[in-house]
Every structure is written in structure tokens, then in C-alpha cells.
């Protein structure tokens, strides 16, 4: 007779769980795990965008000796609207370095569209209609925080790249530097590659274009003594990157407002100002070449740690240490001071 077994007398299964304290021990590990990757993940990204930059560089640079190629000279740093720069004398508020090398990035169609006369670095309808709310990737460092469009209503992009225009007098000793003007937006130079109405041939640099920086980066926002950012210290703020000059300078003395091109005068990321840890400068003005509308002296900075990209007149690049010795900064960016520039 087969006996009946009882369903209570059947062993259990129990399923085993996670306990509240074990789900909070985990959660705290991927916290950590993460915290501890977050920093990798962000150098990384940055590294990435160091490279975007640099290489924008390397593309201006291309772009400047083809230019050199088929001119025989480099574009004026800024212009006015006069020949050779303009298909007219017509004066007026010129073009930047950049509307010339156009076609030699990627953009003969914007550059055959634009109209060099008639006030055509920012005051033409027709250039503003051409520029308007366009990005330039070769103009932009990609780590910038500076806001993308100027403005005063073209909308033009703010250009994240300087030309050098030269040296302040004084920052290279046993040297002096005859070639500055100064008047009411700070010291402009023509000493050094791209400068107002500037007509430079790479046999000007005596120094040899490895020694010769033609390009380097105005990326970063500048602070004032309350540490807080002033978005209008920037290069070219309140018209964009596609305006040069009224005035030329070199030949008349004037030191009238001078875009898109920078004459160094302050250490590199000498951000901040005077009384907020900077030094030698003070504020917005005429004496310190630094202000909202042009700003001669605006110094090369950026959001990379450590220093600036810049671009040599024989076509590298390099990353330049903001512990740089500052007069040897300023033999660098002096196409023919004939001094020795040693290791930088």
C-alpha cells in the first residue's frame, strides 16, 4: 500500500535577496567607480578638444601660405577699405586677416559672395547678410566659453584666434621697438606678421619663420577685480571676425581701433585684473589697451591649462607655456629683433 506524502512535510525553497545594507554598499562602490572616472573621462574630452584646436591652427596656417603662394605676402592683419586690400578706394572700415584667406579654407563660395568696399568689415548689408549666424570651425578653439556671434546685430561669430601684430616697446631688453603707436585703445605695433594694412613677405622675417609666430590664441573670457567674466574684453566682441581697420596706422600715426589682431604687451593668461591677481593691468581704458570696443593689448589666453596654441610663420604649431620667459614671448612675435630666442 503506497502511503500519501503529507505537501507539509516538503522542504522549502527560499530565495535569497539583497538586504537594504548590501544595496547601499553597492550603489556607494558605482559612486566611487565613477567619481573616480569622471576626472579621466573630462581630460580626455579635453584632450580631444586641444587637438580641434590645434589643428585649426594648422589649417590657418595652411591657409596663410597659400595665400603667400599666390600673392607674394601674407593679408593685412586688418585693412581699410582701400587698394591693394579693396577693389576700390573707398576707405571705410576694412576687412580682417580672415575674409582674405577665405578661399583657402573652404570658403570661396562666402568669399566670392562678399564685397570688399564699402565699409566691408562689418557695415556692409550685403557682408552681414554673407556671415550672418555662420560658424567658422577654423576660427574657433573648441574649448572656448567665449559666446559664439558678436552683438551689435550682424551676428558675425567671434573669431578665437589672433594675428600678431607685433610688441610693446620696452618688453625686450637691449631692444628697442620704434614701430608702436599709442592713443586711445592702447599700443598697437607693426613689428611683428599681421598688423594694420600689413604687407608682410616671410623675407621680412629676419629671424626666421620658426622664430616668428603669425597666429595664437584670444580664446579665454578675461576677469575683472570682482573675478566675474567680462564677455566684451574679448577680441573683436562687439563686430566679429571680419573686421579690420579704419585707419592705417603704420603710415598716418593713428591709432585708431585695430581688430582681430593683438600687440603683446602682458604675460600669456594674464586674465585677471590688477587687484584680482593680475598683473599689469588695471582695467578697460586707453592706457590699457583693453576694453569692449577693439582693445589693442587683449593678451593671448586660453582655457587650456598651462598656456596658448600658437601658430609659427612656417606653418607648425606649438603649445606655448604661460611660464614662458616674457621677454623671449616677445621675440617671438618681433619678426626681426635679431636677438637669439632659445628654448621655448
Known sequence: ??????????????????????????????????????????????AARRTQCKNSLKQLGLALHNHHDTFLR?????????????????????SSWMVFILPYVDQA?????????????????????V??????????????????????????????????????????????????VSGGHGIGGWGGTLFAGSQTNFRDMSDGTSNVIMVAEVSDLLRDTNKSTRPDWTLGYSYGWTMGTEHDY???????????????????N?????????????????????????????????????????????GSVRFISENLDFATLNRLVTRDDGQPIGDF
Not at 8 to 36: C, D, M, N, W, Y
Not at 287 to 314: C, K, Q, Y
Request: glycine share 12%; aromatic share 6%.
Open 1 to 46: 500500500m503506497r502511503r500519501r506524502l503529507d505537501p507539509k512535510s516538503q522542504p522549502i525553497s527560499i530565495r535569497a535577496g539583497f538586504t537594504l545594507i548590501e544595496l547601499l554598499v553597492v550603489i556607494a562602490i558605482i559612486a566611487v567607480l565613477i567619481a573616480l572616472l569622471l576626472p579621466a573621462v573630462q581630460q580626455a574630452r579635453e
Open 270 to 314: 594674464d586674465k585677471l585684473k590688477a587687484g584680482a591677481g593680475g598683473t599689469g593691468w588695471t582695467g578697460s581704458g586707453a592706457s590699457e589697451g583693453i576694453e569692449p570696443d577693439a582693445g589693442l593689448n587683449i593678451p593671448l589666453n586660453s582655457p587650456h591649462t598651462g598656456g596658448v596654441h600658437a601658430l609659427l610663420s612656417d
Open 131 to 180: 556671415v550672418k549666424n555662420k560658424k567658422m570651425p577654423a576660427f574657433m578653439c573648441a574649448s572656448s566659453t567665449i559666446s559664439v556671434f558678436s552683438p551689435n546685430g550682424t551676428n558675425s561669430m567671434i573669431a578665437h584666434y589672433a594675428g600678431i601684430a607685433g610688441a610693446v616697446n620696452g618688453n625686450i631688453p637691449g631692444y628697442t621697438e620704434n614701430r608702436n
Open 250 to 268: 603704420m603710415n598716418t600715426g593713428d591709432s585708431e581701433r585695430v581688430f582681430n589682431t593683438t600687440t603683446v604687451r602682458y604675460k600669456i
Open 109 to 129: 563660395p562666402m568669399y566670392n559672395a562678399y564685397q570688399l568696399s564699402g565699409n566691408s568689415g562689418c557695415f556692409n548689408a550685403n557682408n552681414n547678410t
Open 74 to 94: 601674407l593679408p593685412p592683419g586688418a585693412c581699410q577699405d582701400n587698394v591693394p586690400f579693396s577693389n576700390a578706394n573707398s576707405g571705410g572700415w576694412g
